[in-house]
């Protein structure tokens, strides 16, 4: 019979509260003694995810649950609710079930290690998703934010096209110590850089929040009355921008660029009426899928296919979003 773990060793982790969905955070540490993995007989994955309120996660728990039931896997998901004490929890009581592989998509990457300790312990292969890591994990599944910090900026150059007009440009960051949220602005302005029409005059937090995204929109309007461009690092702060740009009797439809990151449904909503230009889509349910075939390769011995291998990443792609391709890429979602 399994060793059942006990719950003492993980719960003593500190408690620091974390915001915001697929906004990253802590450092990503990779490393250690390899553990030999036990696929067991039936085969069964543990999702323990960060929030099934979300849709975002609904998604991602619908990418594993299709993935695992295309490999002859179930699935056992545990709802953390926005909370790290059942995120312990309820990876722990995953691990005691006698789960083959574990899936976590963090509300706290902190209190990551010990769990990711107790499923070694058990023989157990840990991939992350999205949002952060820490400790000795196996794999790490998100989006290529950096790129799609890079698709956001090349979609203003193209749109710029031929004319020889400067543009000034804020950017609406996440939250300090977000690294998804790092990387979508690194990406970005690294990018814009290469072209002496756009300069950059605002750069602020929108605690990524809808709040947040108004308030910052707002500072820079007020700033800079002559701005052209908004990029925000996540739609929700988009979605708050929109309403500043309102507020200051702008809009896209007399020319002012806004550029979300995401492809939530308020903004997609936003883009088909014409009242935000693009956003950089994330795809949470393919992200679920690669989580799962990662899990599966690691059981199996077989070679991840790591993105960068130093940190155990695999890089799912995004994409950008328009009026124009508005409709096949909610289509195509709705279809799955």
Known sequence: MRRRLSLLALVAVPLIAFTGCASGSDEATAGGAATEFVKQDPLVIGYSVYDLQNPYWQAWSAGVKAAAEEN??????????????????????????????????????????????????????????????????????????????????????????TSTESKKVGVIELHAGSVVG??????????????????????????????????????????????????????????????????????????????????????????????????????????GEAAVKTALALLDGKDPEFSDADTKTVFFPVTVVTKETVADFTAGRENR
């Open 182 to 287: 790092e990387e979508r602005v690194a990406g970005f302005k690294d990018a814009l850089a290469e072209d002496t029409r756009f300069e950059v005059v605002a750069s602020l937090s929108g605690e990524d929040t809808v709040d947040g995204g108004y308030a910052a929109a707002q500072d820079m309007l007020s700033a800079n009355p002559d701005l052209d461009i908004i990029y925000a690092a996540n739609d929700a702060s988009a979605v708050g921008a929109q309403r500043a740009l309102e507020t200051a009797g702008k809009s896209v439809a007399d020319g002012f660029t806004l550029i979300g990151f995401d492809g939530n449904d308020d903004a997609l909503a936003l883009i088909e009426d014409g009242l935000m230009s693009a956003t950089i889509a994330q795809d949470p349910y393919g992200q």
């Open 72 to 161: 002859g896997a179930t699935v056992v998901v545990a709802d953390q609710k926005s909370s790290q004490q059942e995120q312990v929890s309820g990876s722990l009581d995953l691990i005691n079930q006698g789960i083959s592989a574990l899936i976590v998509t963090p509300v706290q990457p902190s209190a990551l290690p010990a769990t990711i300790d107790a499923a070694h312990d058990a023989q157990i292969p840990v991939v992350i998703g999205d949002i952060g890591t820490a400790g000795d994990y196996d794999a790490y599944v998100l989006s290529n934010n950096y790129n799609g910090g890079e698709q956001a900026a090349q979609y203003l150059i193209d749109l710029a096209g």
